[in-house]
Each structure stands twice: as C-alpha cells, then as structure tokens.
C-alpha cells in the first residue's frame, strides 16, 4: 500500500471542508430565508441535529486532526443542512412561482417527439412488479445514499470527492429550482389522468399526490390542513441528478461503484413511474447534474491553486506541523 502523508491528508481536507462549507451554507441559507417568507416550514427539531455533528467536525478538523472523524461530522452536518432546508424550499417554488402557467403541454409533446409512451411505460412495470419493487426501493434511496458515501468516502479518507458531492448536490437543487419556478408542471400522473385502475399491481410513491400540494400552493396556501408534501418538481428531476451525482462519487471507491451504477441505473429507470416524470424530465435531471458537476470541478480547482491555493497550502502547513508535533510528542 503507498505511503500517504498524513499531513497532505489533512491538508486537502481543511481546503475541501472549507470550500464546501463556502458554498453550500450560504445556499441553505438562502433556502431557510425563503422558506421563512412563504407558508413552508422547516423540520427545525432534526434540523438541530446538523448542529450535534457541526463541532465535533470543526474539533477534529482544525484541532485533534483526524481525517476520518472530521470529514464523516461535517459532511453529515452539511447534508443534514442541505436536504432539510432544501425540500421545503424546493415545493416553495410553486408557491412563489403561482403565476406562471403549467408547460405538461410542451412536456408531453416533447416525449411525443423522441417516442417515449409513458402510458405504456407504465403498463410494463405493472406487468413486472417484482422488478417495480427492486427499482422502488432504488427511488426510495435518494435520502440514504448521502450517508453511506459519507460513511465510506471519509472512512477512506477520500474528504475532497465526498465535498464536491455535497456541493454538486446544493447547486443541482438550486439550478432545479429555479428552472421550476418559470416552467412549473404537475407531472405526467395527473396530467395524463392516470388512476389506480391503470397499475392495479402498482403502489405509486408519487401517483396522485401531487395535485393537491401543488394547487394550494398556487392558490396562495389558504389557512386550513396544509396537504401532505412530497416531491413536487417535475422538471427538472432531482432524482435524477442526484443519479449522476452519486455514480460519480462512488466511482471513487472501487468495491463500491459498480454497486451503486447499478442502484443510480434502477432510480432512473424508476423516476418516470414512481416520481410521476416525463421522460424529458430525467434528461433535464442529468443535464443539471453535468452543470452541476462541472461548476463544482471548476471551484474546487481554482481554489486549489494560484494565489487562493498558495494560501490553502499555508494553513494545511500549519495543520500538518500540528499534527507531525502530536507524532512526535
């Protein structure tokens, strides 16, 4: 096994953690402001537990110096932070975005043109419902698969992809909002007046609830029983950046990547039935991912040179002689 120095290792995990930390808090930020300005509410008791996890990172991190501890702790606060301010502010989007008109039209008709059937599509995953079962579970794994690349990436002491993972991950929510706000859609369940007659052997993670949240939040959320809230944005699809997203971020570990190829292959093959998707939605979910990615690359690449990476380097210098004098001591 090569020789690495522990003292590049936490170097380059200081520069990741500090860079992700740049990026993906001011966007939650944004998120938890935007959510506070409309009738949204964050989960602010599990929220909490981003900040369990904040200092024990920063301790190990700029203090005790283990790698393993820091990267797991801060990844985790971050992607708690991420996805409990990001889903609210995600379904937000329809409320803020009430006055722009529905485009299923221009959704439908673009599946139309590459050939893709929906109905039929459908109709063959009700026709196999052990493999609708397998691929459910790949759709229902969205939320999991953060925490287990943490658990493997920062075990391994792989800081730097398992940082770019979770700032990709900020940027595709962002970028899919914002294209949601100004070409909403109600999915294809609904707009293709789908019902349970149509998967008798089929129960739908999305099916027909979207409607409901969806137009009390256009109609301004009236008081009352707020509907229950599931993934609402059809196009573009997170599900299916969040694919890309993870493929890549397990292709680092090489027991794992073919595992998770495979896990990101079922969500996208599920994401048309169980998220209620055109098929232009998964291609539009992908093409965010790329953007995603490759704004992510390039951010982490400049800060790791020039003049901004001469001063990353300083403090990892620091750091490493902090931890070469706990060696030695």
């Avoid at 904040?54 to 708690?80: E, K, M, W």
């Avoid at 991420?82 to 975005?97: K, N």
């Avoid at 609708?132 to 800081?159: C, E, T, W």
């Avoid at 294809?188 to 089929?202: N, V, W």
């Amino acid at each position: 096994m090569p020789f690495v120095d522990p003292r590049k290792c936490v170097a380059e995990s200081a520069r990741s953690f500090c860079v992700a930390a740049a990026v993906t808090l001011p966007i939650a930020s944004v998120f938890l402001i935007y959510v506070a300005l409309g009738p949204m509410s964050v989960a602010w008791q599990i929220l909490c537990l981003a900040a369990v996890f904040a200092p024990v990172g920063l301790f190990y991190q700029f203090v005790r110096h283990d790698v393993r501890i820091a990267t797991f702790c801060n990844s985790i606060a971050l992607i708690i932070l991420g996805m409990l301010s990001g889903f609210p502010a995600s379904c937000q989007v329809f409320y803020t975005g009430r006055g722009f008109p529905f485009v299923d039209d221009w959704l439908a008709t673009a599946d139309a043109l590459l050939g893709f059937d929906w109905r039929a599509y459908l109709a063959w995953f009700d026709r196999h419902p052990g493999f609708d079962h397998i691929a459910r579970m790949a759709y229902n794994s969205i939320f999991l698969q953060p925490f287990v690349l943490a658990v493997v990436l920062a075990g391994g002491k792989k800081a730097t992809p398992l940082y770019e993972l979770i700032v990709a991950m900020a940027l595709a929510l962002l970028v899919t909002m914002l294209v949601a706000l100004i070409l909403p859609a109600i999915g294809t369940y609904d707009h293709l007046h789908i019902s349970a007659a149509d998967h008798p052997h089929l129960s739908l993670m999305t099916g027909g609830k979207m409607l409901a949240p969806i137009e009390w939040l256009r109609s301004g959320a009236p008081d009352g029983t707020r509907p229950e809230m599931v993934g609402l944005i059809s196009f573009p699809s997170y599900h299916a950046a969040s694919a890309v997203l993870y493929a890549r971020a397990a292709w680092h570990v090489p027991w794992l990547r073919w595992l998770f190829l495979a896990v990101e292959g079922l969500m996208l093959v599920a994401t048309p039935v169980h998220g209620s998707h055109y098929l232009v939605d998964i291609l539009g979910g992908i093409a965010v991912a790329i953007l995603a990615t490759a704004l992510t690359s390039r951010l982490f690449g400049r800060l790791s040179g020039g003049d901004v990476g001469t001063r990353w380097r300083l403090v990892g210098a620091r750091s490493g002689g902090a931890v070469g004098a706990a060696q030695n001591g």
